[in-house]
């Protein structure tokens, strides 16, 4: 036996290393239980997925997929990309008893280039979104890219905050796009923003189906 092992093949110390870390780690897991124990509140959330990074629709098409997963029914609205062939909307149509998938937009603003045509979309998206939210049996709703259409001014920004405001309590609505404003921030459960780091599209990369759509 070296001075650098021990019998066991170990290094040394490395029985103290193990419990130590033994130790440390049943401390981390009674604090977590003890924090675990005081969350007893179950509620519809709604959750804004906002910033420059790419991920805001990915992430929200992962809650849907997971609620699918657990046998609930959801419902979807796109507000801009409904011109958009996205793998996503193949996917969940795939699951027609669970899942009301609505692209109600015509593209971006500068596609269609009719800020009336954009309005009577949006506001028909938003018609959409209302009825799916108020079906009781849908527990999850996704209004994808509303931010977009709320920074544009084609709906009323008070309105559709106060409507999400007052949603059915036990319904979560998750809100993506760019420039989340400050009000629907303030209201929401849960706002994550996106920060990009590095984009493929700087250097020349078109968008690509299985990454962007």
Known sequence: ??????????????????????????????AR???LAGKTIEKGLLIVHTGKGK???TAAFGMVLRA???????????????????????VLERFPDQVEFHALGEGFTWETQDRERDIASARAAWDAAKRLIEDPEIRMVLLD???????????????????????????HVIVTGRNAADELIE??????????VKHPFRDGVKAQAGIEF
């Open 68 to 90: 699918v997963g657990h046998g609930m029914r959801v419902g979807v609205v796109q507000f801009v990309k409904g011109k958009w062939a996205t793998g996503e909307r193949t």
């Open 33 to 35: 239980d003890r924090m």
């Open 145 to 171: 890219e509303l931010n977009i259409v709320l920074r544009y001014g084609y709906l009323p920004l008070e309105e559709v905050v106060d409507y999400l405001r007052n949603k059915p309590a036990d319904t």
């Open 1 to 30: 036996m070296t001075e650098e092992t021990h019998e066991d093949g170990g290094e040394p110390g490395g029985e103290d290393v193990n419990a130590r870390h033994a130790e440390k780690m049943a401390k981390k897991k009674a």
């Open 55 to 57: 991920g805001k629709s």
């Open 187 to 196: 209201v929401a459960d849960l706002v994550t923003e996106m920060t990009m």
